[in-house]
């Protein structure tokens, strides 16, 4: 069970330049989330879905776009890099929760620097 | 916008002592999670309490939750070298419970000397 896994784990972009980030999860889990971490400010919402063929913005979209045609599958893609983008992307995923909540498992993370 | 924020920002402590993070947010909320991160790595969930709960144990770890302060604490007691890393709360305010879409604070550095 790899539980979510993220790809590339490095990597560093020119400005202007497009790349997909790859999360996977093989918990059959209906929500995925990207988040990104710069220092000092906690992580941030990027994109998120509820399911395949379901995507929705998060707090930071801008730059960014997402798409989910299987369960498994959530690839985040930056359509033209710019150094405010380097930073560390992390993929997530949960079962849907209702009220209750459940526990959200997160990869490794994606290290990026735009130059 | 940071819904939730930690303090303090930074904490070191001595193996054996106990270690207490508090989180404030700002509006109503479903439930309230805390993550740790060891340096480099993904986040690991740690416990969850939801808004109708007022304390909650796992191991080491207990959480309050105060919703009418809108603060949570987490305790570490009896810590070790191994509990250094940084600890995120995160709360999750969306309509039905929006496990998908939590706002996370800054973190707290927990450093725990040998």
């Known amino acids: 069970n790899a539980g979510v896994t993220q790809t590339p784990k490095f990597q560093v972009l020119k400005t202007g330049q497009s790349m997909t980030l790859q999360c996977a999860q093989d918990?059959?889990?209906?929500?995925m989330s990207w988040y990104r971490q710069d220092p000092g400010m906690g992580l941030r919402l990027i994109h998120y879905?509820?399911?395949?063929?379901?995507?929705d913005q998060g707090e930071v979209p801008n730059g960014y776009n997402v798409s989910r045609s299987t369960t498994e599958d959530f690839p985040l893609r930056l359509l033209s890099a710019a150094p405010s983008q380097t930073s560390v992307y992390f993929c997530?995923?949960?079962?849907?929760?209702?009220?209750?909540?459940?526990?959200?498992?997160f990869g490794e993370g994606s290290w990026l620097t735009v130059v | 916008s940071q819904q939730g924020e930690e303090d303090p920002q930074a904490l070191s402590i001595q193996e054996g002592e106990n270690a207490t993070m508090n989180c404030s947010y700002k509006?109503?909320?479903?439930?309230l999670q805390w993550y740790r991160q060891n340096s480099g790595r993904g986040l690991v969930h740690l416990i969850l309490?939801?808004?109708?709960?007022r304390e909650k144990h796992s191991g080491r770890l207990r959480v309050t939750l105060d919703t009418s302060k809108k603060s949570s604490s987490l305790l570490i007691t009896a810590s070790r070298a191994a509990d250094t890393a940084s600890y995120f709360c995160?709360?999750?305010?969306?309509?039905?419970?929006?496990?998908?879409?939590?706002?996370f604070g800054k973190g707290t550095l927990l450093t725990v000397n040998p």
């Open positions: 879905s509820v399911g395949a063929g379901i995507t």
């Open positions: 918990m059959n889990h209906e929500y």
């Open positions: 309490i939801r808004s109708n709960e």
């Open positions: 995160a709360t999750d305010a969306g309509s039905g419970g929006s496990n998908y879409k939590l706002t």
């Open positions: 997530a995923s949960s079962y849907s929760t209702g009220w209750s909540g459940n526990t959200i498992y």
């Open positions: 509006t109503s909320i479903n439930n």
